[in-house]
Structure formats: C-alpha cells, structure tokens
DNA sequence: TGTCTAAATTTTGTATACAATACTGAATTG
DNA sequence: CAATTCAGTATTGTATACAAAATTTAGACA
C-alpha cells in the first residue's frame, strides 16, 4: 500500500532526513521499501498534491525546497483560516477533546523535554489539525490538513532558533479559551499564535541552501 | 498524458454528461481515450484529490456526489477566502486586469444568451480563478481553484432554477470596486455575491438523486 | 418462485517489460 | 584548456501481464 510509503517519506521530511532538493528516485525508494515504481510513483503524486515533493517532467521527484515568498503565502492563509476554525472548535467543544488535547499537550511537553525536536514538531502540528477536527468542517479540516504539512517542511528549513520550540505556553491559552466555549477569545488567541510562529521563521536569508548541491558532496 | 483525460472527465463532470455515481471504469475510460490504465489511473488520483471523483478500494472510482452538509462547508469556506482575496486583488488590479476580465463578462453574457449552461457555468467559475491570479498569491489560488471546481459540481446537483445563472450582476460590480481600487468594497461585494450563490442552492432535499440507479435503468 | 452457494467473469492492485527522455563522460576540436 | 559533440548509461513514461479482490451468473435446494 501507498500510504506506507507517504507517512514514511513525509516524516522523513519533517525530520530534515531527507533534506529539500533531495532527489527521490522511483528505483531506490521502492527498493527501500520493497515495492515496484508503480506504488512509489502513486505515492509521489500524492505527496506532490500536498506540495512536500515536486514532480519535474521526465526528471523526477524532488523533496520541495519552499520559497520564502511561498513561506509567508502559507502562514497568512494560516492566519486567515485558523482563527475561524478555532471559533468553530469552541463551539463545540466537550469532556472528551479537553482530555485529549490534555495529553497531546503533555506529549508536547516530553518529547520537548527529552529534546526531540522532530517528535515535538510533529506533535505541535498534530495539535492544530486535532482543533480542526473538533471544528468538525471537513472542508477547512482539509485546508488546515495542508497547510499544517507544508509548515513542518518550513519550519524545519527556516526556524530561527533551533533550540526553542516556544508553543507550550499557546496552545494552553487555546485550552483555556475552548474549555470556557470563548469562541471569540479562542479566535484571538489562535490569530496571534499563527502569527508569532510566522514571525518566528527567518525569511531574511537570500536564499534557502540548494540542499542538492550539499548532498553532491558526498562522495 | 493524464491531463487530456483529467480535464475531459472535469468537463463531463461539470456538464453534467457524467452524473454523481457513475462508475469510471479504468479500461472504458482507458479505451475512450486510447490510453493504457496506467495513465488513466493517475488521472482518477488526481481527480480524487480534488474531490471529484471517489475511489473505493478494491471497487474502483465513481463521479462524487457531494453532500449537502458538503454543499454547505464549500460555500462557507469560500465566503471565508475570495473576500480576502477580492480585497488583495483590488489593490494589485490595473488596466491589463480590465480588459482580461471585461473579456471575461462579455463571453459569460454571451454563454447565458445562447442558453449554453455548461459554458456560462464555467466561464463563471474561471471569473473567480481569474481574480486569485490577479491577486497573485498562490496558496488562496489553489484553494480557490479546488473550491471553484467542487463549487461546480455542487452547482450541476443543486442549483434551482435551471433556468437562471443570475451571476453577472455582481461580477460587474466586483470589476468597478477594482477598477475604483477598493479593497474594502471589493471584499463586501465578493462576500455577498458568495452568500447569493449560496443561498441559490436547494439543499433542503432528502438527498440527491443517486445517478448510479438511474444509470441502472438504461438497458 | 426465492434464496443461498459456488463457479465464472469482470475489475482493480501490483509488478514487470519496453519506449522515450535525460544525464554522464570521454573523445574531439577550436 | 574550454567547449562541444556523441555514444553509453541511467531514469522516467507508458503499456502489458499477472495476482487478488469483487461482482455476476448459474444452479441447487427449499
């Protein structure tokens, strides 16, 4: 199956493993995974839909390397989109999804502890995607869905400090206001967290390193 | 290549030629085209992404049906996004804008005059995709296109008044608050006009009609 | 009749084979 | 020595072949 093959490459992603401009080869991802192109190609498509890869024509996949411009693209539709959802959340919100992200924010919290920046990354966005669920819209789920990937990919290029993680401390204000039903309060508070993770990213630098030429090195 | 098929199968679509639940069977298509599966099944991945199409596993893939409750979030997510757009297109709209999408008006007027649905029903989904270029932001033109497109379809099922495209009015109001570069009017004329069309819909049906029993009929 | 079962058929899922295109590098030439 | 051409190699694009699953059909039985 395909979705094998996507969550492993997406994570790989996430995690700076596999690092932007990396080329995917048809062959020798699916002789890692042990399946023939015919999945691997299905499963590129799809991460090409969802932007973490570029499909060049009869040159192959590629780990998408983000714009600064496509950057910024993303966290103001973030920051459009989200704080609606967040209202929407706190809407609906009951016992069970304050016990939920209770631990989600918990896992946060350790794998920050234990100092897994990926783990924590992963989570963080999971968090955001967990609030859009509560939301119940599939169609800004979706979105949400989307644009919480393509973060991750952008955030591990151009986090500035790569030591903090800094979201803890939003994502509890998020809980209080969902757990008081504050729609307006939870849209607030989640319009200035989209907003302090933009303004976390170095988008200065001229230009992301050509991650292709780096891995030339190698041999 | 895939995209001759996938914009065959779109048109059809959104024409109503194929109605919700009709089965796409890989080799019948494969055969209509004169392309292996291969291709065909690249084409129906594509078309599944943005909603078009279903794929069942183990059963193959059918013309989407969508649900009111669908219906419903569409139109809200669009409410939510083209006003921002509208507004960022108003404040990069110059005169090459105006000539395309005068252009752009008088096809529609003419599509409606001949009683072309199909035509008119798509040259006024293009309008919108055509306001997202001019705002010249990436991630809400892809978002626009896919809503655009699902738009369409919900349209084919739920509009009416078979009749009536009723549209124009306000594309020719949304053209005079660019071309008076005003965003603010541009984005309140954009959100009403997405509430009329909302609002122009009949999703007070039990539920749509499902082709595929109809389709069951023709032999 | 109507329903259940099982073989036969069709259709999708996956792997492989062949074709077309792009890449590599050595030889050649200015 | 730089640039260029032209094989040879490697990789992607597409078609086909085989495997697995679902659907359909036929027949048995009540």
Redesign the interface.
């Known amino acids: 199956m395909a979705s094998r093959i996507i969550d492993g490459l997406q994570q790989a992603i996430f995690e700076h493993r596999l690092a932007p401009g990396t080329k995917l080869s048809e062959d020798e991802v699916g002789q890692i995974y042990g399946v023939s192109r015919t999945i691997v190609?299905?499963a590129l498509?799809?991460l090409a839909?969802s932007q973490l890869v570029t499909i060049e024509k009869n040159r192959g996949a590629f780990v998408a390397s983000p714009s600064v411009r496509?950057a910024h693209?993303?966290f103001?539709?973030r920051a459009?989109?989200e704080p609606?959802v967040a209202a929407m959340a706190a809407k609906r919100f009951n016992e069970k999804h304050t016990t939920k992200l209770t631990k989600h924010i918990a896992a946060e919290h350790e794998a920050m502890a234990l100092g897994d920046k990926g783990k924590a990354l992963a989570l963080s966005g999971e968090f955001h995607l967990e609030i859009a669920h509560i939301a119940a819209?599939?169609?800004?789920t979706d979105?949400v869905q989307s644009?919480v990937k393509r973060s991750s990919l952008i955030i591990a290029m151009y986090w500035k400090r790569p030591d903090t993680t800094c979201e803890s401390h939003s994502h509890h204000a998020l809980m209080k206001a969902f757990s008081a039903g504050d729609a307006v309060g939870a849209e607030e508070v989640m319009r200035s967290h989209i907003v302090d993770l933009h303004s976390g990213l170095d988008l200065h630098s001229k230009k992301p390193a050509q991650m292709s030429l780096a891995d030339a090195l190698k041999p």
Chains 1, 2 share one sequence.
């Open positions: 190609r299905s498509q799809s839909y496509e693209e993303v103001e539709a459009l989109i609606r819209h599939d169609v800004f979105f644009l």
